[in-house]
């Protein structure tokens, strides 16, 4: 009996022992919420991306893991690592339709009905912003671009798009069956995160090479002789690709016209 | 009133006694209206390429009173916003102003723009018809050679016109035309240098060859075609062969009345065409390029069409680099642009001297050749013809691969094969189409038209009717000679059908009585 009276004392002991414990724990703790109550308030935040980013995460290990690998890892020879490409990037990519890309080619073509919609695009972007950080797009685009200067555009973009994308925005070709895009269509936000995360061939045009200001006097101008020129010279642009569609309007209008024509005068004798 | 003797004389008719009198006018102006001009539709081609010219000298002088060739740095504070506040030539600031600010300016431009490319396109499709007719043979050598140099001097006017504007396009054009030049051995850094004073088109170069563009190259131009059309005057204009044509005569209509209405009715209807095409189609848009930079160098660089073949060929040849170092080296762009261009001006110059030579073919033509009973020449035409359109295809292989999903480099490759393959492939082609074509006319002319009625004899044997052109002897056959012009193919040719009404909307044509009667009982008044 002895030996059963000892253990319960031990019992009494340790349950002593764990209430002291807990209580001061509740102490430490109560304390620490009372100095510190912003600690909450981050949690609760960190509590909303990590939706955003596990959304973002279940997305990714459906639709973009068999080539960039786990966490954005990249696999060699079927797509880039993430880590650290941004948002900026991974919105640009997903909301022109070019990823996912049906099939390993030259480029990832863009395409009018994208795969996700904005918002799971933004998840996306979450997750790899989780992963690596990275560019982002400002949140006064707009206002920069309703401040930029158009002429000052138009020189940028003649010295930095110009040899791709060709002097009107019509797109150009490159080696090997890449291709810069041509400009029509497309949105302030798009052409930012463009030239921010140089997608496809296209260089990266990191902020201290174009300053966001800079940035945004090109999507000014592109936006002008995309959208806000009125064509002065015709009704018809020929598509904007310079002599070689002028050379065969020559020849499919005029000298078909003048041909036919002769025919016409020549026959009436 | 009293009348006056002779009562047909109009007013007109004194005034011209009047005049004859004092410059005895009367003589050759009955020679000039009664001179006999042959009627074919592919004689008028020339014509387009005269008419541009006329249409290009007035709509060039409205613009020199505007333009200015000046390289003088201007900051631009025009109409044209995107441009606001941006740093220019005084040359590219009053091209701006001409076409954004004169009333009638930017219309004026394309309007030149358009009928240079018209001038330079029906030359090559007039040239075409001689050559494929052989048009150029004795006595007329002298007048394909102008022809081929008027081609080659109105190459180097447009080239000139579009470098004028010193916008991002032209000055590109200049520095490639740099590069070929200095790309010819020995000489080439040093006429670079005489010519472009520098290795980027600097300050000089504009007003240089503005002088040559307004002035010199019009000249010469006016002074060649001159001649050019003298010549078809006095030589007499070929004709096709025919029922009443010989070597020795010229069936047709009088320059006047006829030919003159025919002729101001086409002048008229080739300047509407250019002024619709310059109020509907926008041409070289300078204020989209931007003022010339030399860092700046858009996409789609192309030169006008008539320069485009040149530049496939530069993109074409393989960058084959002939060294001695340290003392001379050959670049890759002499062979297409300079050797190229050399060969392109050349060939052509001494195209029938070789002919007459390879032929030995000395007498004179005043009859025209259908291209199929000369299959030789129509065959090298043709090759020529496609290594051409290869070759200014290739000039904008970057826009194709661009919009067609090509490949550049794939574009690329086919060019450099299809320049070499297609051409054999085509001159054999045309060859056998021509014989084919020979052969059907002598079958015709042997066995009689097809009349599509198909018989079966007592033997069960299907035989397809023919309609002999003459007597058939004993076998069937005719033995009729062909004379060089069309042998009819189909039966209505030859009267088994009425002809078709005439008329352009509706018939012009009576329905005759018979007809009315018939539509009468068909439609139940009988």
Same mark, same amino acid.
């Given at each position: 009996m002895a030996a059963s009276a000892k253990r319960r004392r031990g019992w009494r002991k340790r349950l002593g022992a764990l209430a002291r414990f807990t209580g001061a724990l509740v102490i430490v703790g109560g304390l620490y919420s009372v100095f510190s109550p912003s600690l909450y308030a981050q949690e609760a935040e960190d509590n909303a991306i990590d939706s955003e980013v596990v959304k973002g995460q279940e997305l990714y290990d459906t639709s973009c893991i068999s080539c960039h690998g786990d966490d954005g890892e990249g696999i060699e020879g079927r797509g880039p690592s993430l880590i650290g490409v941004g948002s900026a990037a991974v919105e640009f990519q997903v909301n022109t339709g070019r990823m996912p890309m049906a099939a390993q080619g030259a480029q990832a073509p863009d395409s009018d009905y994208p795969v996700f919609t904005e918002e799971e695009a933004a998840w996306l972007g979450a997750y790899i912003e989780y992963l690596g950080g990275g560019a982002t797009v400002p949140d006064d685009l707009e206002a920069l671009v309703e401040n930029a200067n158009v002429g000052e555009g138009g020189d940028l973009y003649r010295v930095n798009c110009g040899s791709c994308h060709g002097y009107a925005g019509g797109g150009g070709a490159l080696s090997s069956g890449a291709h810069a895009p041509a400009l029509t269509g497309v949105s302030d936000e798009e052409i930012y995160q463009a030239m921010l995360t140089g997608p496809q061939n296209m260089p990266v045009f990191a902020d201290n090479e174009l300053t966001p200001e800079q940035k945004a006097d090109i999507i000014a101008y592109v936006q002008y002789i995309v959208n806000?020129? #009125?064509?002065?010279?015709?009704?018809?642009?020929?598509? #904007?690709?310079?002599?070689s569609t002028e050379g065969l309007a020559i020849f499919l209008v005029g000298m078909t016209a003048l041909l036919l024509t002769t025919l016409w005068i020549a026959g009436k004798s | 009133m009293k009348r006056r003797n002779g009562s047909s004389d109009s007013l007109l008719t004194k005034a011209g006694g009047e005049l004859d009198d004092r410059f005895k006018l009367a003589g050759p102006a009955r020679v000039l209206f009664n001179k006999v001009f042959p009627d074919h539709w592919s004689f008028l081609l020339g014509e387009i390429a005269l008419f541009s010219f006329i249409l290009l000298l007035l709509s060039g002088t409205f613009l020199a009173l505007f333009f200015e060739p000046s390289m003088v740095e201007v900051t631009y504070h025009g109409a044209y916003v995107p441009l606001q506040g941006i740093e220019m030539s005084r040359a590219y600031e009053s091209a701006l102003d001409l076409s954004f600010e004169v009333r009638g300016g930017l219309f004026m431009r394309q309007m030149h723009h358009w009928a240079t490319l018209l001038f330079m396109a029906s030359i090559l499709i007039h040239m075409l018809r001689i050559f494929f007719t052989g048009a150029f043979r004795a006595p007329r050598e002298t007048n394909w050679m102008i022809g081929i140099l008027l081609f080659w001097v109105g190459f180097f006017e447009g080239f000139f016109g579009y470098s004028l504007p010193d916008d991002g396009l032209s000055g590109t054009g200049l520095r490639i035309m740099e590069g070929m030049t200095a790309s010819v051995p020995f000489i080439g850094p040093w006429a670079s240098a005489a010519l472009f004073r520098g290795q980027f088109p600097g300050t000089d170069v504009i007003s240089m060859i503005y002088i040559i563009h307004v002035f010199i190259f019009p000249l010469i131009l006016l002074a060649l075609i001159t001649v050019h059309v003298a010549l078809v005057f006095i030589q007499k204009h070929t004709q096709w062969p025919g029922p009443g044509r010989t070597e020795h005569n010229v069936v047709g209509f009088r320059m006047f009345p006829n030919y003159v209405m025919k002729q101001v009715g086409f002048m008229l209807f080739i300047w509407g065409v250019i002024a619709a095409m310059a109020g509907l189609f926008q041409i070289n848009p300078i204020w989209l390029f931007g003022p010339y930079e030399v860092s700046v160098v858009s996409s789609a660089s192309q030169p006008d069409f008539y320069v485009m073949y040149l530049d496939g060929l530069i993109r074409l040849f393989p960058a084959w680099e002939f060294r001695v170092p340290p003392y001379f080296t050959l670049p890759a762009v002499f062979w297409p642009a300079i050797a190229g261009m050399g060969l392109s001006v050349l060939l052509p110059l001494v195209y029938p001297a070789l002919e007459r030579r390879f032929t030995k073919d000395r007498g004179h033509h005043n009859l025209l050749q259908r291209p199929r009973d000369n299959p030789g020449r129509t065959s090298l035409g043709v090759m020529v013809v496609v290594f051409w359109t290869v070759g200014a295809v290739s000039g904008g292989n970057d826009v194709f691969a661009e919009k067609f999903d090509i490949s550049l480099n794939a574009m690329t490759w086919a060019g450099r094969i299809g320049i070499v393959i297609l051409p054999i492939i085509a001159y054999y082609l045309t060859y056998r189409i021509c014989l084919g074509l020979q052969q059907h006319d002598r079958e015709v002319l042997a066995h009689g038209l097809e009349t599509g009625i198909l018989m079966r004899d007592p033997n069960g044997r299907f035989y397809e009717v023919h309609q002999p052109l003459a007597e058939p002897d004993e076998h069937g056959h005719t033995e009729l000679e062909y004379n060089g012009w069309v042998v009819p193919k189909k039966m209505n040719r030859v009267g088994a059908l009425p002809p078709t009404d005439r008329g352009f909307f509706k018939s012009i044509e009576e329905p005759s009585e018979n007809g009315a009667a018939r539509d009468e009982i068909e439609s139940g008044k009988h």
């Open positions: 806000d020129d #009125r064509d002065p010279g015709g009704v018809f642009t020929l598509g #904007r690709y310079g002599p | -």
